[in-house]
């Protein structure tokens, strides 16, 4: 596999990763509990909008700056699985469909 298929399969994988800990429920809302336990407010659709001020919920607020981190995380993950990755990166793509087709931000 070249460096650029690898690139596009961990940086999707990453992106997957970001928006769960960032900003998005994760199934049984696990990841808004997480969240929830951190200190964070969430609006009626489970995103946040309010959190206390430290530098973990700053990290995980932050897509951009939690994106570095998870994408070095992702590439650890790859040394040991690739395969793990690899569905990781289909279900970021299949989420890029599903919105592309239906055209809402749902979920």
Not at 40 to 49: C, L, R, S, T, V
Not at 82 to 100: K, T, Y
């Amino acid at each position: 596999m070249s460096l650029i298929e690898q690139a596009i399969l961990i940086g999707a994988a990453a992106w997957r990763l970001t928006a769960l800990l960032s900003y998005e429920r994760g199934p049984f809302d696990i990841f808004l509990k997480f969240r929830e336990s951190l200190g964070f407010q969430h609006a009626d659709n489970g995103e946040p909008n309010n959190w206390p001020e430290n530098l973990l919920t700053n990290l995980i607020s932050c897509p951009w700056c939690l994106g570095i981190y998870a994408t070095v995380g992702i590439w650890g993950l790859w040394q040991l699985s690739q395969v793990a990755v690899i569905v990781i990166a289909a279900s970021s793509f299949l989420i890029v469909l599903e919105r592309w087709n239906h055209g809402s931000n749902a979920g």
